[in-house]
């Protein structure tokens, strides 16, 4: 038996290994996060006085209906990444799961969208979605309605084509984890299920999604979370309009901060949008207590 | 007779759809090649399509024109950077919170996954000051530090669920020898967990390499600039020759494409490993 | 405002360009697109200025013909770089000559003590000489100069000269003759403005800064800047209803999908190319308006934006602002340099070889004799009409920061049919009022 000694240095040299990363945390986000925050309380606009002005920053932000507005639009995006991605990488996995031939070449095809750099990306999509030279263009002349609009000039579509365009760079990553999680699933319950006369629907709802559970949902935690913070793909490709609609918090508050330099303010908004989604994660986290397992 | 009609029914459906699938992926990323080979004149008569003619000419002028190797340099040392930091500081995390016994991992390990919701426009202004007092501000190793900050949290996460699974008998007898646990580390732990560690590596290069919004707050120095803002001036500023910009996007994603291709059988082994979670 | 991007733009021109940087005659260092520290130092002078198309031939004409032997200049191109001067000057640090978009910008600094009092400086130079007076007014904060306003700017309408004459149409003054010329044009399928804004979304204050002081009325808009009208008076209401139809109706950019998303370039492609026939910017696309037309073979010209009268009439402003970091090392040789900035001689060389807009300055006109004429021609015409008082106002210029970033951003939700021009106008009164009182609205010059 290892000695209590032994033990005993063996858990203070396991902090010993975690301290470092935590130091460099607490030096590159957590202080200055604090310090984000003690700016939430105040006018600071980047320069000079940083004057204290209590919780005006947030009474103002309460009744601040563009931030309400592009919360509204992180809800959207949250929705649809929640579904689109999600059914096209199951749907994608799960027949991959069951291929034997060129199931590496779908792989490597599927993700390589995933390594592209976002501003790559958002530039080469909105040329493919230019209303006359790019696909849209490429419809209307095949006689498909709907398409003659700039897609990413209507207010009404606007949000949802960047969305789409991100789910474009997404779901490659999605299937490939759940590609992973669903190889673990034993190949004897498949076998059960097909004995019992279920087709691929039946067994895909049965065996497969509950079998890969914990990595679904923590990709949906993820997921979530991320959902807030999106900012790339509506920067480069919208900027937030056309008329704010596709405006998320992410470009809000970097407008804020380095376009109308009020940093107290664009803190404020920050600290909002931090407390949503540590919510999310203690929501998650409540779940697993209560024997969800993820 | 019916089921034999079933079964390849199903197959070719199941390839039907991923052949969709495939299209849908792989499609944007031909026309951006056919593109950057095109003129001009075949570009406006030939949005999408193959080009009529194969020229290499933009693929020089880009070259030149972006100072390609200046900051796919920078990207690369980024890159690098962040991800020997996070491979080492973050593995030594992962490793203590997954194997030694660490009182109070759950506290850790909820804060490693909280600091992942924190989003950087909280801190990014007062970081730029922190920076500057620290005299870290406009230079690469500053901006290595804020990165591997923001993306060791979820890859410590990553990184423990991959170590958990390790039996633990191949630790024990190397214990009882009296070893280390840096030697444990080192050569048990590693030999067996690297393309967990691998595949850790090939997300936070994606990260790293994509990153343009913090490089761009913390970097004034225009000779220091990642690839991505290089990317974004050169289809600005020549937007009007989308032939061109097409070129720039081809050789800006050309080393990551390449470095994921080369490793990504690895890549796919490591996420088998951790899939248990 | 210059087209500027509000990200990032031509890295790749500064770096072929830094390869041809030239040092003159004397050690001067001149470089753009830095390297090496920005911090100011002792025998070095700093200036930091936006990274666009123009600017490497700013810092070739600027740096190169500095010759003094004593101070080094080192002029560098950064993407984004008023938000990177604000941040760095904030942090203690930052250039030694600021510049920033306009006074508004500049004004803030001053009001948070980071900029050098220019009084004495002016005094020595004689810029208050050379200078137009409104735009000294301008710099002034708290009753002491703080900035000097650079690249003088107006909007006018630009239009296709062969489309026109093609189709016997004459340029048009008035507002109801612009009506009439816009339906003609739509009535032969030719779209009557180009535009876009997907590139900057400024161009959205291009189009309110032309209508509203010359449909809205110059003086109504002068009353609504110094306090004592209101932005909500009915011919500005008006205006503002004006443009949102020509907007839904796709009079300009051929419909609101097409406006958000046309860059710049494109329209001036469509513009050369007679698929629109008018353009409503501002006179710094001198710069570039013949390379487009030469193109497509046909020829421009311009017209002062239509009044309601007829009358010509000039919204004037200015493009940047320059101030002297008080964190700077050398106050004295960065005056020095901002004097060579607005030496009439560079600025004509400025003019003349960039093809930049020059600042407010008394030029000799024989300088400019080899610009075209018809860029000659709207210099002089808008120091005539300066001079008369006669003029209207950009809205970057003369607004205070918070009502400038609203009336861009909110118009487009008049737009769309969310708000009414009047609730609009009614926010931008509050906004603006608030600012007023706080002071920080740029000084408007006496009518």
């Known amino acids: 038996m290892l000695s209590l000694d032994y033990r005993q240095k063996m858990k203070v040299g396991a902090w010993g290994f975690v301290l470092p990363i935590i130091l460099l945390h607490a030096f590159a986000i957590v202080i200055p996060a604090g310090a984000g925050i003690f700016y939430s309380f105040t006018s600071f606009s980047g320069i000079g006085e940083a004057n204290w002005i209590g919780l005006e920053n947030y009474s103002r932000l309460i009744g601040d209906e563009s931030f309400h507005a592009a919360l509204l639009n992180n809800l959207k995006w949250l929705l649809f990444f929640w579904t689109v991605p999600f059914s096209l990488a199951i749907l994608a996995a799960s027949l991959l799961a069951q291929v034997k031939r060129g199931a590496m070449l779908y792989r490597v095809v599927f993700f390589i969208p995933y390594v592209l750099p976002s501003v790559v990306v958002g530039s080469l999509w909105r040329f493919l979605l230019h209303p006359d030279d790019g696909l849209p263009g490429l419809a209307s002349t095949l006689g498909i309605p709907g398409f003659e609009l700039a897609l990413l000039g209507r207010s009404e579509t606007a949000l949802w084509t960047v969305a789409f365009v991100d789910n474009w760079h997404y779901w490659g990553f999605l299937a490939a984890i759940l590609l992973v999680a669903m190889q673990g699933v034993s190949k004897e319950l498949y076998e059960a299920a097909r004995l019992d006369g279920a087709n691929y629907f039946h067994q895909l709802i049965h065996v497969t999604i509950p079998g890969i559970r914990p990595t679904l949902l923590f990709m949906f935690l993820m997921t979530g979370i991320w959902s807030f913070l999106v900012f790339d793909y509506v920067w480069v490709m919208t900027g937030g309009g056309p008329a704010g609609s596709s405006e998320v918090i992410g470009t809000f508050i970097y407008r804020t901060a380095f376009q109308n330099f009020e940093v107290g303010y664009a803190a404020a908004q920050g600290v909002a949008v931090a407390s949503i989604a540590i919510t999310i994660l203690i929501l998650f986290s409540l779940l697993r207590k209560r024997g969800w397992e993820i | ?277 | 405002m210059k087209a500027s991007r509000i990200s990032m733009v031509s890295m790749g021109l500064v770096f072929a360009l830094a390869g041809c940087a030239t040092t003159s005659a004397s050690d001067t260092a001149t470089e753009s697109g830095g390297s090496g520290s920005s911090e100011s130092a002792e025998g070095v002078v700093t200036m930091w200025i936006d990274d666009n198309m123009v600017n490497p031939c700013f810092a070739d004409v600027v740096g190169g013909s500095w010759t003094d032997q004593e101070i080094g200049l080192q002029i560098e191109l950064k993407p984004q770089w008023d938000s990177l001067t604000k941040t760095a000057v904030a942090a203690g640090a930052g250039p030694d000559i600021i510049m920033t978009p306009g006074v508004s910008y500049t004004a803030e600094f001053a009001k948070a003590g980071a900029l050098v009092p220019l009084d004495e400086y002016s005094d020595l130079y004689g810029w208050g000489a050379s200078f137009a007076p409104w735009s000294m007014a301008m710099g002034v904060s708290d009753g002491t100069l703080y900035s000097l306003q650079g690249e003088l700017e107006t909007m006018v309408l630009w239009y296709n000269k062969t489309v026109f004459e093609e189709n016997g149409i004459a340029a048009p003054t008035s507002t109801a003759e612009l009506n009439q010329v816009a339906d003609q044009l739509s009535g032969l399928g030719i779209q009557p403005f180009a535009s876009g804004n997907v590139d900057w979304q400024g161009v959205n204050e291009w189009l309110l800064s032309s209508v509203w002081s010359a449909q809205g009325g110059s003086d109504n808009v002068y009353a609504a800047l110094n306090g004592s009208g209101s932005f909500t008076s009915p011919s500005i209401v008006e205006a503002t209803a004006q443009l949102t139809e020509w907007m839904q109706t796709g009079y300009i950019g051929g419909g609101l999908d097409r406006y958000y998303t046309t860059p710049i370039d494109d329209y001036l492609v469509q513009l050369a190319q007679g698929e629109a026939a008018m353009n409503i910017e501002g006179s710094w696309r001198f710069e570039n308006i013949d390379q487009f037309f030469t193109e497509a073979g046909s020829e421009w010209d311009w017209v002062s934006f239509p009044t309601a009268d007829g009358e010509p009439l000039f919204s004037i402003g200015t493009g940047s602002s320059w101030a002297l970091n008080a964190n700077g090392a050398n106050p004295d040789a960065a005056a020095a340099v901002l004097d060579h900035v607005f030496d009439a001689a560079t600025q004509a060389a400025l003019v003349v070889q960039c093809g930049m807009s020059p600042s407010p300055i008394t030029l000799d006109m024989a300088d400019l004799s080899s610009i075209d004429d018809r860029q000659s021609r709207l210099y002089a015409e808008v120091a005539a009409a300066a001079e008369s008082g006669s003029y209207g106002y950009l809205t970057w210029s003369f607004w205070g920061p918070k009502s400038n970033t609203y009336l861009v951003q909110e118009i487009e939700n008049v737009w769309a049919g969310t708000m009414s021009e009047t609730e609009f106008l009614a926010g931008l009164d509050a906004i603006f009022l608030e600012e007023l009182e706080a002071g920080d609205v740029p000084p408007l010059p006496l009518r």
């Open chain 2, 1 to 277: 007779m019916n089921n034999a009609i079933r079964t390849s029914a199903r197959v070719l459906s199941s390839h039907f759809i991923l052949v969709v699938l495939f299209v849908f992926a792989a499609f944007p990323l031909a026309v951006l090649i056919f593109n950057s080979l095109k003129s001009r004149t075949d570009l406006a008569q030939n949005p999408m399509g193959p080009p009529t003619e194969i020229l290499f000419s933009n693929f020089v002028t880009a070259w030149n024109e972006s100072a390609f190797l200046l900051h796919a340099t920078n990207s690369a040392i980024l890159v690098a950077g962040t991800v020997a930091l996070i491979l080492t500081l973050g593995g030594m995390a992962a490793y203590s919170l997954a194997r030694l016994e660490l009182p109070g991992a759950v506290v850790v390990m909820g804060y490693m996954i909280s600091l992942t919701a924190f989003p950087v426009w909280l801190y990014l202004v007062p970081l730029f000051f922190q920076w500057r007092t620290l005299g870290l501000l406009d230079t690469l190793p500053g901006l290595i530090l804020i990165y591997t900050a923001i993306n060791s949290p979820l890859a410590i996460f990553l990184l423990r669920s991959f170590l958990v699974q390790i039996p633990k008998e191949l630790e024990e007898s190397a214990q009882l020898d009296g070893a280390s646990r840096w030697s444990i580390l080192l050569r048990i732990i590693l030999p067996i967990s690297w393309t967990g560690f691998l595949t850790i590596a090939l997300v936070v290069a994606v990260a790293v390499w994509g990153e343009f919004q913090i490089a761009f707050v913390i970097l004034q120095d225009t000779d220091k600039y990642p690839i991505t803002t290089s990317f974004l001036a050169f289809a600005e500023s020549y937007g009007r020759d989308w032939t061109l910009t097409s070129a720039v996007a081809v050789i800006a994603i050309a080393p990551i494409v390449t470095l994921f291709i080369i490793f990504q059988r690895r890549f796919a082994e490591g996420l088998t490993q951790g899939s248990v979670k």
